[in-house]
Structure formats: C-alpha cells, structure tokens
C-alpha cells in the first residue's frame, strides 16, 4: 500500500512505497531507501513472547468495562495505563519473572439461604398475582391447578464473596426436591434481581417491581437482560438433589455492574410466570426453601477467576 506526500521521487517525498522504498528526511537530505527485510525466521524464544503478548491482549479486550477501570486505578500511582500494567503483570507470569503485576487467581462461592426472608413465591391464582409470604416452605414452577399456575420464586443469598474485577467461569443453583414429580414438561427460566445489593423479600409490588412485566411489574429495570432456559426438566425424586443449566451469565451480568463488592447480597428468579410449560394440573416441579429446610435450601454454586 502506497503511503506518501509529496509527488514520487521528488525532495518533498515522505513516507513508505509498496513497503519496499522509504523516503525519508537525513543529516544530508531528503533520500530514498529500500525497506530493511527482516532475513530470518523468529526464534523459538521470539515467537513464544509473540504469542504470550497477542493472547495477553485478547484477555484484556474480553474484559469487563468495571474490570478495565479497577486496572486503570492500580495501574495510575505507577503512571501508567492499565493495560500496559495488566499486560506486564500477565507477561511476567507467564514468563516466571517478578515485576509486581496482577496474577491470575481462582475462587468459589458456595452457600445457602440464611434467614426466612431470603425466599418467596408468587402465582397467578385465575385473575391475580397472589404472594406467599418470605418463608415459604418450598418455591417452585410450573401448573398447580387452576386456581394456582405460573408458579415462581425469588431466592436470596448474603455474603456472596465474589470480587467486583471477577470473571465468572461456572455457575449453578443446586436445588433438592421436596417431592416426587415424574412429568417431563416443565419450563422455566432463571433470571437475575438486577440490583448491586439486594433487598429481602417484602410484598407482592416488591417482587414485582424487581421480576419485571411478566409478573405484572411495571418495567424491567430492575431484571437482568441474561436470563438461562431450564426446559423439560427430567422426573424429580423426594430429596434428590438437582443442578439447573449453567447460569454464569446472569451471575455476570450482576457482579459486573457499578455498585457491586464482594459480601453484598444476590438475588434471583426462578420460575415460568410466562406459561411456557404445559397448562395441565401438577405439571411442576417444587424444591425446598429456607421456610421448609435451611440446609435443604437452594444453594448457590459460583466458580471465578481474577487478575490481581
């Protein structure tokens, strides 16, 4: 690709021809020269860095947003940017070398509810949302009768030691049924309470203005955009134990908003106020709540890394 100003050849010729020519200003003057060609293969040491350094900055650009402004604050007592110290830091590891740059650290958060206003469930009763109160014995989803359909629960955990810079790389409710249900035509969804810290569990307007417009809330800004499918969900045995699907992208989609710090409260939803499952009688699935057995309760399973 030609690159230059001023007509070829002439005194006021700068820039690069074809990557072959160069012109350039010198101690004598203006002159012409033929691009330096690099005449060997890269070493086997210059490759490795070359590899290190392209895939350093792929893990920087799949940052989040708040996780790029937490390097940008560490990195500008040593007047830098933060990616130029992320990148440092990551190099030197990989290299074995010191340099006082962040390292990649893993972590887990494991816990279950812990007090009765942690959970609750919401229905449509035929003409009406109804609310059970916090501390309902069991939160669930799907068709009851038809005085009781679009079943959903809010769950509620504190203390979720998750850091703010984190990277969520599995995620999962472990939920243990609280009785026998065999029909395979479930569905349901799980979503996330969208707030930085979350509230317990007050009233029916309180879930609703935080589930959003499929449980009769007004809006939806208080929910998560990610939201994971749990669909025909297999025969559930008394006090059996169940994982949902992966939901490492609702758990994100919260820890990675301004606000969040490691030990806030998390909330989600899990439930099929949309009617997506068969409208038949008994057609659910139910899972113990903190009302019906604190170490029995749904338990939130997170697995993250960070650089720090």
């Not at 009851?144 to 079943?151: D, E, H, R, V």
């Not at 049924?177 to 509230?199: F, H, L, M, W, Y």
């Not at 809006?219 to 499918?229: D, G, I, S």
């Not at 989600?268 to 068969?278: C, M, P, Q, S």
Request: net charge neutral.
């Amino acid at each position: 690709m030609v690159k230059l100003k001023g007509p070829l050849f002439s005194v006021g010729a700068h820039g690069t021809l074809g990557e072959v020519l160069s012109f350039q200003d010198g101690v004598a003057g203006p002159r012409a020269m033929i691009v330096p060609k690099h005449r060997d293969m890269y070493s086997t040491g210059q490759s490795r860095h070359r590899a290190s350094f392209v895939s350093c900055v792929s893990l920087w650009n799949a940052l989040s947003a708040a996780s790029k402004a937490y390097y940008n604050g560490l990195a500008a007592k040593h007047c830098m940017t933060g990616y130029n110290w992320y990148l440092k830091g990551v190099l030197t590891g990989v290299s074995g070398g010191g340099g006082g740059g962040p390292s990649l650290h893993t972590g887990m958060f494991e816990g279950r509810m812990t007090a009765e206003d942690c959970d609750c469930k919401v229905y449509w009763n035929g003409s009406a949302w109804a609310y059970i109160d916090a501390g309902a014995l069991n939160g669930g989803v799907g068709y009851y009768l038809s005085g009781g359909f679009k079943f959903g629960s809010g769950w509620r955990w504190v203390n979720v030691t998750i850091p703010v810079v984190a990277t969520i790389t599995a995620a999962y409710i472990a939920c243990t049924s609280e009785d026998s249900q065999s029909s395979n035509t479930v569905r349901s969804k799980i979503i996330g309470d969208k707030e930085a810290n979350a509230a317990v569990w007050t009233t029916l307007a309180n879930y609703q203005g935080r589930r959003g417009t499929a449980a009769g809330g007004a809006n939806n800004n208080l929910r998560t955009a990610a939201e994971v499918a749990w669909d025909s969900i297999g025969a559930w045995g008394l006090n059996s134990v169940y994982n949902s699907p992966d939901i490492s992208s609702v758990i994100q989609e919260i820890v990675g908003q301004g606000g969040w710090a490691s030990g806030n409260a998390l909330a989600l939803f899990w439930d099929d106020h949309e009617a997506r499952g068969t409208q038949s009688d008994l057609i659910l699935r139910n899972a113990f709540s903190y009302g019906g057995s604190p170490s029995k309760s749904p338990l939130l399973h997170v697995e993250y890394e960070y650089y720090a």
